[in-house]
Each structure stands twice: as C-alpha cells, then as structure tokens.
C-alpha cells in the first residue's frame, strides 16, 4: 500500500494559481507512475495529469493542457502540480495516486485537496 497525503488547496479567483503537493510513503515512490485525479460536486472523479518514474513524459487531460504542470521530485518523495489561469471548472477536490499501467489508479485514495475558483 502507498499512502498519499494531499495538499495545497485553497479558495481563489478565476485567473490564479495554485501549486498541489502530494506527499507518498510506503512504497518506492520513483518505481511508479503517478498522477492527479479531481471529482467536482456532483461528478465522477476524473484524471487529469500524470508523469512517469523519470519525470521526463507527462500526460495531461485536454481541458488542463497548456495550464497544470505536473512534476516529481522523487528524492522528496513528492508530486507536485502547479496550476495556473485557473478557472471556475477547475473547482473539484484533488487526489494523487500511482497508476496502473492502464493510468488507473492503483491504491486507496487519500483525503484529497480542495481547490475553490471563484468567478
């Protein structure tokens, strides 16, 4: 099992950023794939981002390409996604988790973060 702590979360206006981190312990961190996931009010969790072991491929969802940038900091144990121009759709709590090689996500989900973005 990988556990996964969640944070950086916040209430903002339409138009910031925000930058997630993701802390994981329990498993080698660097032997995975890992990966963001949101679920807003009312909807089923989707995935959004994910970067390889290296930190050298990374996969986004078309809605967020070109404003999340997802990195790893493998030695910390961490991932991290910064998010810029944020917009009220952005509005969903934020899990990370490692993936399957189907980008399925392979342990039990964490907390979450809350990511607000007021119009």
């Known amino acids: 099992q990988m556990q996964l702590v969640e944070s950086g979360g916040g209430l903002v206006q339409a138009g910031d950023s925000l930058r997630l981190s993701c802390a994981a312990s329990g498993r080698t961190f660097s032997d995975y794939t890992v990966g963001w996931f949101r679920q807003a009010p009312g909807k089923e969790r989707e995935f959004v981002a994910a970067i390889d072991w290296s930190g050298e491929n990374t996969f986004y969802t078309d809605s967020v390409r070109g404003r999340f940038f997802i990195s790893r900091d493998n030695a910390k144990n961490t991932l991290y996604l910064q998010m810029i121009n944020l917009k009220p759709e952005d509005t969903a709590v934020y899990y990370c988790?490692?993936?399957?090689?189907?980008?399925?996500?392979?342990?039990?989900w964490g907390q979450g973060t809350q990511v607000t973005v007021s119009s």
């Open positions: 988790n490692a993936l399957t090689s189907t980008t399925q996500p392979k342990y039990d």
